[in-house]
């Protein structure tokens, strides 16, 4: 299972969003991901002001991740290409390489954009 940024978001603030199932499905999950691409997301919306964080967006990201037990995974040269390959159904480039980790490792991604499922991944809110 790998989070969208949107749903890291919703699990570290315990929003209302993210469904008690989802919420279920993390806590049982044998080895829940976020894409390194999620750090550079959430560093960007707190740059544009778009985003407030009460920690620095590093310190953030990287308690969250130790908070709740979550592995990152790495942006590989094989995501990074794959991301480019995928069909035009998504345009932001954090989401595609978010859909081709995803793709490549057959994880479910925890996210409410409907587009993500477009790609042949299973997803849950």
């Keep these: 299972m790998i989070l969208d940024t949107c749903a890291l978001l919703w699990l570290v603030?315990?929003?209302?969003?993210?469904?008690?199932?989802?919420?279920?499905?993390?806590?049982?999950?044998?080895?829940?991901?976020v894409s390194a691409v999620s750090a550079f997301e959430i560093a960007l919306k707190v740059a544009k002001r778009k985003l407030k964080l009460p920690l620095p967006p590093r310190e953030w990201f990287m308690r969250a991740v130790e908070h709740h037990d979550l592995t990152v995974f790495p942006l590989t040269v094989d995501v990074c290409v794959n991301s480019v390959e995928l069909t035009q159904i998504h345009d932001d480039p954090c989401d595609r390489f978010i859909i081709a980790t995803a793709m490549i490792n057959d994880l479910t991604v925890v996210t409410a954009d409907e587009r993500f499922p477009k790609y042949g991944v299973r997803t849950i809110v």
């Excluded at 929003?15 to 829940?32: F, M, N, T």
Aim: include cysteine; proline fraction near 5%.
């Design 13 to 33: 603030t315990r929003d209302k969003k993210l469904s008690p199932e989802a919420l279920s499905q993390i806590r049982e999950c044998a080895a829940v991901y």
